[in-house]
C-alpha cells in the first residue's frame, strides 16, 4: 500500500469554526490531490498540487485553500466551516500529473468531517 | 455537466455470475480510462486502466472494454465473487482535465 496518512480521520466542528485536514504521504510522490465524496457526485476535485509551495484549483475549490510547504504534507483549509462542507475527504497522491498520462492515483483513508 | 457518466446506481448480482458495469464519457480530449474500487470507510484503490489506442485489457477476472466511438466503457467481472462487493468509480483523464470521476455504482455479489 502507498503510504498515505490523513489526519484527523474523524471531525465534528461547528459553522464557522476553521478547520485544517492534513495529508502526509512517504512515497515521495510529486503531486498531491484533495478530492471530496459525497452521495450523488462521486468524487470531486478541490486542489491539487504539483510541487512544494506549487497548487491549483480543482472542480470545487470555493471555500477551500490548501498549503505545501514541503514534499509529504499537503493541508487543506476550510476557513470557515459550512454544513455544506459535510462530506468524506480524500487525499491522492501520484508520480506524474493525472492528465494524459498512465500512472494511477494512490488514495488515503479518508477523513470525515461533520459540519453541525 | 457531467463528463464522466455512471448512470446505474447499483447492481446485484449472484456468485458466479458476469457481474457488467458501464460508464460513459461526453469528452473526446479523454484518452485514459480508469476503474477504481471503494470499500466502506476506505480510500479508492486502483482496479485496472485503458489506454485509448487499445479496446480491451484484462486482469484475471477483471476486463475493461472501451468503445470510443460511442464514447463508452465496461467493466466485466468474471466470475464475480461476494469479496467485490464495493462502490465501484469510472475515471477519465486526457487533454486539460486531471481525473474526472463518474458518481460510481455499488456493486453486490449475492451467495
Known amino acids: 500500500d502507498a503510504g498515505i496518512t490523513q489526519s484527523p480521520r474523524h471531525k465534528v466542528t461547528e459553522t464557522g469554526t476553521p478547520v485544517t485536514l492534513r495529508c502526509h504521504q512517504t512515497?515521495?510522490?510529486?503531486?498531491m490531490y484533495w478530492y471530496r465524496q459525497d452521495p450523488g457526485h462521486g468524487l470531486r476535485l478541490i486542489h491539487y498540487?504539483?510541487?512544494?509551495?506549487?497548487?491549483d484549483k480543482g472542480e470545487v475549490s470555493d471555500g477551500y485553500s490548501v498549503s505545501r510547504s514541503k514534499t509529504e504534507d499537503f493541508l487543506l483549509t476550510l476557513e470557515s466551516a459550512t454544513s455544506s462542507q459535510t462530506s468524506v475527504y480524500f487525499c491522492?497522491?501520484?508520480?506524474?500529473?493525472?492528465?494524459?498520462?498512465?500512472?494511477?492515483?494512490?488514495f488515503g483513508p479518508g477523513t470525515r468531517l461533520t459540519v453541525l | 455537466d457531467q463528463q464522466v457518466k455512471q448512470n446505474s446506481p447499483s447492481l446485484s448480482v449472484q456468485e458466479g455470475r458476469i457481474s457488467i458495469l458501464n460508464c460513459d464519457y461526453t469528452?473526446?480530449?479523454?484518452?485514459?480510462f480508469l476503474w477504481y474500487k471503494k470499500y466502506p470507510a476506505e480510500g479508492p484503490t486502483f482496479l485496472i486502466s485503458?489506454?485509448?489506442?487499445?479496446d480491451k485489457n484484462e486482469d484475471g477476472r477483471f476486463t475493461v472494454f472501451l468503445n470510443k466511438s460511442a464514447k463508452h466503457l465496461s467493466l466485466h467481472i468474471v466470475p464475480s465473487q461476494p469479496g467485490d462487493s464495493a462502490v465501484y468509480f469510472c475515471?477519465?483523464?486526457?487533454?486539460?482535465?486531471?481525473?474526472?470521476f463518474g458518481k460510481g455504482m455499488k456493486l453486490t455479489v449475492n451467495p
Open positions: 491522492a497522491i501520484s508520480p506524474t500529473l493525472a492528465s494524459g498520462g498512465s500512472d494511477e492515483q494512490f
Open positions: 512515497e515521495n510522490h510529486r503531486y
Open positions: 498540487s504539483y510541487g512544494v509551495k506549487d497548487t
Open positions: 469528452n473526446s480530449m479523454f484518452d485514459y
Open positions: 485503458i489506454s485509448s489506442i487499445k
Open positions: 475515471a477519465a483523464q486526457g487533454g486539460s482535465e486531471k481525473l474526472v
